[in-house]
């Protein structure tokens, strides 16, 4: 799974690395969650276009968002078969820019967050779903989720599960034509659906200040070098202690106290 991730990469950067024709200029973000704005590139009229749409996949056919689950993933193996994601793999695939990503390791008494990036520092592309959802009043909403696999020998002692990642000689195949009708692409865009290489990445703990999603700075990912979730020597999690009740005052009987 990818719950959080970041693009600090500069925009021109991220430009020359996917090739888009849009000059968008876009602040660093260290702790990007569900439900914001995400970049992501995908293919209009057969060209490559930079967009921003929501993270947290809605499908068309939903009648009431209100009503529908948050879909922030998609398991790959089985993304073609899926009804939220069946379309969208023929036709509406994207690559989503990043720098690198958040995972959590189960530990006691708490969860120890990993940062995970490539090796060479340079950009990653995350392959990508999008959809665009109309309501009843005509108004639109695009939105897009991240392609998930299973974890590479980097990322299986962490996690079992990580973004797939889509490598720039790939990046076409992947996106497709953009046509209507694009099942024979989809085929093909499905053997990238595989972890990365294991000597791609580097992973290593960070502090527990990205749990909190307003919490987005360079400290994020400075390397954490105290006990780790699960590790001995890890203070207990304090719980706040409970305000003393308060006493009801004595009614007055009219006799008067000494104490």
């Not at 009648?63 to 193996?77: C, M, Q, V, W, Y």
């Amino acid at each position: 799974m990818c719950g959080r991730y970041t693009l600090t990469s500069s925009p021109e950067a991220i430009r020359a690395l996917f090739g888009y024709a849009e000059q968008p200029n876009f602040p660093s973000r260290y702790n990007i969650a569900p439900t914001q704005p995400i970049a992501v590139v995908r293919v209009v009229d057969g060209k490559r276009q930079f967009a921003l749409l929501r993270w947290g996949l809605l499908p068309s056919w939903v009648k009431d968002p209100k009503t529908f689950s948050l879909i922030i993933n998609a398991r790959g193996e089985g993304a073609a078969a899926k009804p939220a994601f069946r379309v969208a793999m023929k036709r509406r695939r994207c690559l989503i820019p990043a720098d690198g990503f958040y995972e959590w390791k189960a530990g006691v008494p708490r969860k120890q967050p990993y940062y995970i990036h490539a090796k060479s520092a340079k950009p990653l592309a995350f392959a990508g779903l999008w959809e665009t959802w109309t309501g009843p009043n005509g108004e639109e909403l695009d939105t897009a989720v991240i392609v998930t696999t299973s974890a590479n020998a980097t990322l299986a002692p962490i996690h079992d599960r990580m973004p797939v990642i889509i490598p720039p000689d790939e990046f076409d195949r992947w996106l497709g034509k953009g046509d209507f009708e694009s099942s024979v692409d989809a085929a093909l865009a499905q053997t990238l659906i595989r972890p990365a290489p294991d000597e791609l990445l580097k992973a290593y703990p960070v502090s527990i200040d990205v749990n909190r999603v307003a919490n987005d700075n360079p400290k994020l990912l400075e390397l954490f070098t105290g006990p780790l979730g699960g590790e001995p020597g890890l203070p207990p999690i304090r719980k706040r202690a409970k305000a003393p009740k308060r006493e009801k005052p004595k009614k007055n009987d009219g006799q008067g106290v000494l104490f």
